[in-house]
Nanobody
Framework: QVQLVESGGGLVQAGGSLRLSCAASGRTFSNYAKGWFRQAPGNEREFVAAISWTGGSTYYADSVKGRFTISRVKAKNTVYLQMNSLIPENTAVYYC???????????????????WGQGAQVTVSS
């Protein structure tokens, strides 16, 4: 069993930065791929970024490439999402997720993830 708790959300002006953290409990967390998804009001949950269980591969939505960075510290059981050059369209609830799947396509699909955090609100003002 894996439990995930996000932190670091908040209100920031356009052009600013935030770093989200996702702390995990459960000894097997390191064996899972980790992802960040977001959901704005009226929208479906969408993929933002993911990192493989080894930490050797990362994946990003086109809309955040070059601005967002996903990373992890294995010893701390924590995954991070550094968000730079934020724009109002990035406003959403951001969710951390962990999953175990066999295909690279799984990184992008929220249905492939087994564990989810409660979400962290990110609001970007113009």
């Amino acid at each position: 069993q894996v439990q995930l708790v996000e932190s670091g959300g908040g209100l920031v002006q356009a052009g600013g930065s935030l770093r989200l953290s996702c702390a995990a409990s459960g000894r097997t967390f390191s064996n899972y791929a980790k992802g960040w998804f977001r959901q704005a009001p009226g929208n479906e949950r969408e993929f933002v970024a993911a990192i493989s269980w080894t930490g050797g591969s990362t994946y990003y939505a086109d809309s955040v490439k070059g601005r967002f960075t996903i990373s992890r510290v294995k010893a701390k059981n924590t995954v991070y999402l550094q968000m730079n050059s934020l724009i109002p369209e990035n406003t959403a609830v951001y969710y951390c997720a962990a999953g175990y799947f066999c295909s690279d396509n799984g990184y992008y699909d929220p249905h492939e993830y087994q564990y989810w955090g409660q979400g962290a609100q990110v609001t970007v003002s113009s």
